[in-house]
């Protein structure tokens, strides 16, 4: 019988902890290192599950089915923080809603015009309504950094590793990556991943690979828990919202957070105010807390995932990590184990960068 192969995957945000907990289900045999258990980016995101306006259509379909995986994670690993909240939005001119209604209704997403009547039944909490807004039921979010350790504690049960520590370099042996160089000592593997976020740029380029990634700041402001303000996702021209599962009201001057500016404490008091003037019940809705978190977001926007350029080197790095993680951890766990590349990911190799450079 073949040996199992060895997995390392360096990173413990949503996208390290869904590849581990895939893989670990496929049987192989997984080490995951991490400095931190839940994430980087992961606790700054807004986490909005959504295949919404503004992508070509074949990431719509990617992200479409990132959604339906969610859902079978969802059947496969019971307690994860999911809501399938839907989304109202108005937070482009009418014209632009109506343009997006038309294109991504043909493709075959659930959207609704709504007028005012039907924004206020959906949202009776808010202070003010738009003539015309879209309303995608399909739309949801997830508890990123509770799933993320969810996922994780999963894989642990079913024989994953986790090592509390930070990859300074990684191991060659005759052109191969064959491990992991770390505080607590070297780690030998037939694959180490990246889905180190942010943090996987210096680990690639310390075995001379580029990940051309950029890490855009964004400004998420949580408000202490509260009763039932919002139904879903509220998507307004000054920012977007929801309630979280603990009770928390989440926003930023859009889902990725917005510019914190020079004076973060002053940009989230700005903020604040106006998630406090957006709510009609908002007496005691107290900031808590800010975040500023740094996107990992690949030069084109889209996702990186798939070999890194040398054998045994494999990187999953991407934005809208959270929408994606079900399907990006489901496909690389795949391709890991099986050896053979999957179809789906040809638009999201990092050798694209090279073809087009
Ligand atoms: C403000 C904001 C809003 C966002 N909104 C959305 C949204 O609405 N929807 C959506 O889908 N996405 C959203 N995103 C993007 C999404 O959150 C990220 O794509 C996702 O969290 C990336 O997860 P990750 O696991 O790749 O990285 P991270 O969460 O950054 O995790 C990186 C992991 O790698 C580890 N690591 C890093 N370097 C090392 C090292 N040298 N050694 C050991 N370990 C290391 C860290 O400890 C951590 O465990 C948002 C992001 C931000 C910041």
């Known amino acids: ?8 995957i360096v990173g413990a945000g949503i996208i390290g902890a869904s590849i581990a907990w895939h893989l670990a289900r496929k049987g192989a045999a997984v080490t995951v290192i991490g400095e931190e258990r839940g994430g980087v980016a992961t ?27 969610w859902k079978r994670l969802a059947r496969e690993l019971p307690g994860l923080p999911l809501a399938w909240c839907g989304s109202l939005s108005w937070d482009m001119p009418a014209a632009d809603l109506e343009t997006y209604a038309d294109e991504y209704g043909r493709w075959g997403y ?10 206020a039944l959906l949202e009776p909490g808010l202070g ?5 807004a879209l309303h995608v039921a399909e739309e949801g979010a997830v508890e990123p950094v509770a799933a993320a350790r969810l996922l994780l504690a999963d894989a642990e049960a079913r024989g994953a590793a986790f090592v509390h520590a930070t990859v300074n370099g990684l191991l060659q042996s005759a052109g191969r990556i064959v491990g992991a160089v770390t505080s607590e000592g070297v780690l030998e593997a037939d694959h180490v991943v ?11 380029a310390s075995a001379g690979v580029t990940l051309p990634l950029s890490t855009p700041a964004g400004l998420i402001v949580h408000s202490r828990p509260v009763s039932k303000r919002l139904n879903g996702l509220v998507m307004t021209p000054h920012l977007h919202m929801r309630q979280t599962a603990e009770g928390r009201i989440i926003a930023g001057s859009d889902f990725a957070g917005g510019d914190p500016g ?29 975040t500023v ?33 079900p399907l990006a951890g489901l496909l690389a766990a795949d391709e890991l184990v ?5 179809e789906s990911l040809g638009p999201f190799r990092l050798q694209r960068f090279a073809d087009a450079g």
């Open 1 to 8: 019988m073949a040996a199992k192969r060895h997995v390392i």
């Open 262 to 290: 020079e004076d973060h404490r002053a940009s989230a008091a700005d903020l604040f105010a106006r998630v406090k003037a957006t709510l009609i019940d908002n007496a005691d809705l107290k900031l808590d807390f800010f």
């Open 338 to 342: 099986s050896g053979q590349g999957d």
């Open 128 to 132: 003010e309504y738009p003539d015309f």
């Open 110 to 119: 659930g959207i609704s015009r709504l007028n005012r009547e039907e924004s």
């Open 293 to 325: 978190g740094y996107r990992p977001t690949p030069a084109d926007g889209f996702p990186i995932i798939g070999n890194a350029g040398l054998p045994g080197l494999y990187a999953a790095v991407m934005h809208s990590g959270v929408t994606l993680a």
């Open 194 to 204: 990246l889905a180190a976020g942010a943090g996987s740029v210096p680990i690639a």
């Open 43 to 69: 606790p700054c995101s807004f986490a909005w599950i959504n295949a919404s306006w503004g992508n070509p259509e074949f990431y719509f379909h990617f992200r479409r089915r990132a959604m339906a995986e």
